[in-house]
């Protein structure tokens, strides 16, 4: 069974996934980790139209979003669930390798909720990852 306190991690790297779901592990947050290898599934799943997906009746307490990704890009994504009534406030944090000044700007604009470069190093990535996930898990209040 689920935890309700889900995160959705979308990125299309299986390095970069395994380092987020083992840093998340290591900062001793009681939470799942839902993961989709790309846009398209991310948007399946939570509009819970593809019977080849798994349906997610409760929305993630956040979605960790790249950007750099085929089939459906990071920013498409984005625009999708800003679109959709059902996703339009999820809070959503890009977690990318860009720093590039119009993929923030970008990224605000269609709606992101923060915008996180990921950091190289894995102890600094470690620590990012924590304290997104104290953020959008323990501090931050929803209804």
């Not at 991690?9 to 299986?14: G, K």
């Not at 395994?18 to 947050?29: E, F, G, P, T």
């Not at 009746?57 to 459906?72: C, Q, S």
């Not at 996180?116 to 959008?136: C, R, S």
């Amino acid at each position: 069974m689920l935890d309700p306190d889900y995160i959705l991690l979308v990125d299309d790297n299986p390095d970069d996934v395994d380092l987020a779901i083992l840093a998340l592990k290591r900062s001793h947050l009681d939470c799942d980790i839902v993961v989709a290898r790309n846009g398209f599934e991310a948007l399946k799943m939570l509009h819970g139209d593809s019977s080849a997906l798994p349906s997610l009746r409760v929305l993630p307490k956040v979605v960790l979003l790249d950007i750099n990704m085929p089939v459906m890009n990071g920013f498409d994504v984005l625009q999708a669930f800003r679109a959709h009534e059902r996703t339009q406030s999820l809070p959503i944090v890009i977690l990318t390798s860009s720093k590039e000044e119009q993929d923030i700007a970008k990224g605000y604009a269609y709606g992101a909720n923060s915008y996180i470069h990921k950091p190289v190093d894995f102890a600094n990535f470690t620590e990012a990852i924590k304290q997104l996930g104290m953020y959008w898990l323990v501090l931050n209040q929803t209804n």
